[in-house]
């Protein structure tokens, strides 16, 4: 009897235990659900706070760097965009969840000349919106000796980016190119070696010799330039040489052998190295070019 009832009371502590321990397990379910819908419940509202509020709306924007383009005219683009709803879920209008990728995609699209836009959030609510334009090198033209003469702006990378009217400069390139054809802008047209070959010659002759340059065509086949000068007469040159040292074998040829002649001149070709051709306008086309030795290595 007295062994009964004492496992009696082993088996009452023992249900009491467990009892009391699923209990505290349950409690401490409870909490922790009670916590974590808590959390969750703080957390969406922060979010919602943060995305869909208007606290982090954008108050400011500043643009900057601009060379050509009006403020006032990439405020217009701006403005567009953000009452355009690109988003269903987000608020485009919140700094934090603006776009940046987007916004400079719309200025591009929006503007010819712009090359690159940085975007920076200056939080909580300012925008500043730097513009890199495209700087204009050269002038490309096609249908020049027609009365449809089209004619386009490019970069010293050779990226023709906007149209334009023919503009007869010295400051500029200038290239005659029949084979422009495209609707969109930019696109790649020449090479930055080709641009910069021009350049350099363009600035040695001008510098050495006191000649202008009246304008380029670039002959892709062969890697030849053709240059007419304002003299009157043309020049034939390789990329392959030096820019400088075919403009020095320019200057050389016209003081120590063509001299006063240089209104009669045809042509300098200077594609052979060590070698330059030259031809006088009154040659017969059958007519021998007269040879110079020159120093093009």
Do not use: W
Request: aromatic share 14%; net charge positive.
């Amino acid at each position: 009897m007295f062994y009964k009832e004492k496992n009696k009371r082993r088996n009452i502590i023992s249900q009491n235990y467990i009892y009391s321990k699923v209990k505290k397990k349950r409690i401490r379910f409870i909490l922790i659900f009670f916590y974590l819908v808590s959390a969750i419940l703080f957390f969406s509202a922060v979010v919602y706070f943060i995305i869909f509020g208007t606290y982090f709306n954008i108050k400011n924007v500043s643009f900057s760097d601009m060379k050509t383009i009006e403020a006032s005219e990439l405020n217009d683009v701006y403005l567009k965009y953000m009452d355009k709803k690109n988003h269903i879920f987000l608020n485009q209008k919140n700094i934090l969840t603006l776009s940046k990728s987007s916004l400079i995609e719309t200025f591009k699209s929006s503007f010819r000349r712009i090359k690159d836009v940085k975007i920076e959030r200056d939080l909580p609510f300012s925008l500043d919106i730097s513009i890199v334009e495209y700087s204009p090198i050269g002038i490309a033209c096609s249908g020049f000796e027609s009365k449809d003469i089209l004619c386009f702006l490019f970069d010293e990378d050779g990226i023709i980016f906007d149209s334009t009217p023919l503009i007869i400069s010295d400051l500029f390139l200038l290239v005659y190119d029949n084979d422009i054809v495209k609707d969109s802008f930019p696109f790649q047209k020449y090479s930055k070696e080709k641009i910069d070959f021009s350049l350099r010659f363009k600035k040695t002759i001008l510098r050495e010799g006191g000649l202008l340059v009246d304008y380029f065509k670039f002959k892709d086949k062969f890697n030849d330039i053709e240059v007419m000068l304002k003299s009157g007469f043309k020049l034939f040159l390789s990329q392959d040489i030096s820019p400088e040292k075919q403009g020095n074998a320019v200057v050389e040829i016209l003081n120590n052998e063509i001299k006063k002649k240089a209104i009669d001149l045809d042509y300098i070709d200077l594609r052979i190295k060590n070698k330059a051709y030259y031809k006088f306008k009154q040659d017969n086309i059958d007519g021998d070019d007269t040879k110079a030795d020159v120093g093009l290595q």
